[in-house]
């Protein structure tokens, strides 16, 4: 796992977190996205899911452990 406070833009990250935030939105298409802010003992980092929306939004809430995987765009 990686800790937040490591990660560095353009890095492939995966590892479990905690999900302080969540909020369903849309895209200026109109197409639905999860806003994320998952934290660590190190850190906190925003993180957006794009894909499988439906799926995942109703798999997990506020204060649960996320397993996230992806790329770093920003820090």
Known sequence: ???????????????????AKKERRRTRGGSPYLALELVDPSGRIEAR?????????????????FDAGGKIDHC
């Open 49 to 65: 899911v794009w894909s499988d929306v439906e799926l995942l939004d109703s798999r997990f809430g506020e204060g649960d452990a």
């Open 1 to 19: 796992m990686s800790a937040i406070a490591s990660l560095a833009e353009d890095r492939v990250v995966e590892g479990v977190y905690a999900v």
